[in-house]
């Protein structure tokens, strides 16, 4: 009778419906953007937009909860992004590790990016800063 009762179990629980699958496509992402961690209480995420606007935050270590958030960027926020994305990056330099800083790993339309937030150029700056600002916004309103 118990081997019965759990074949049953099992059955139940082993075909599970599609409940809570996402319905936002995850093919290759348009930009991928990583913060490490740090020797303190350094935000660590991860950040990916993907071409038809739709993005996923997964925070990995924070102060607050770990949890993962999707949506969509606005049209005119998409159109900011990718323009300062194709004009403003030039190309990956050199990287040289600092202990506790974190890393920011940016990787979009085939080049990656390591660099410490407070060592890149302008140009990078600019994108940095502009992403940052967004997933302020996107934590910030859950």
């Known amino acids: 009778m118990k081997k019965i009762y759990m074949i049953l179990v099992f059955t139940l629980f082993a075909c599970k419906s599609g409940e809570g699958t996402s319905a936002i496509p995850q093919g290759?992402?348009?930009?991928?953007?990583?913060?490490?961690?740090?020797?303190?209480?350094?935000?660590v995420y991860d950040f990916?937009?993907?071409?038809?606007?739709?993005?996923t935050y997964k925070n990995v270590r924070a102060i607050g909860?770990?949890?993962?958030i999707k949506g969509r960027l606005a049209t005119e926020e998409m159109e900011k992004l990718t323009s300062a994305l194709k004009s403003e990056l030039g190309t990956p330099s050199a990287f040289k590790r600092v202990r506790d800083l974190p890393i920011t790993k940016l990787k979009f339309d085939t080049k990656k990016y390591e660099y410490h937030a407070s060592k890149i150029?302008?140009?990078?700056?600019?994108?940095?800063?502009?992403?940052?600002?967004?997933?302020?916004?996107?934590?910030v309103g859950q």
């Not at 600019?126 to 996107?138: F, P």
């Open 48 to 55: 990916m937009v993907y071409p038809d606007g739709n993005f």
């Open 65 to 68: 909860p770990n949890k993962e």
């Open 121 to 139: 150029s302008e140009g990078l700056k600019k994108v940095n800063t502009l992403i940052e600002d967004m997933v302020a916004g996107i934590v």
């Open 28 to 43: 290759e992402p348009l930009l991928q953007y990583s913060k490490g961690p740090c020797l303190g209480r350094c935000p």
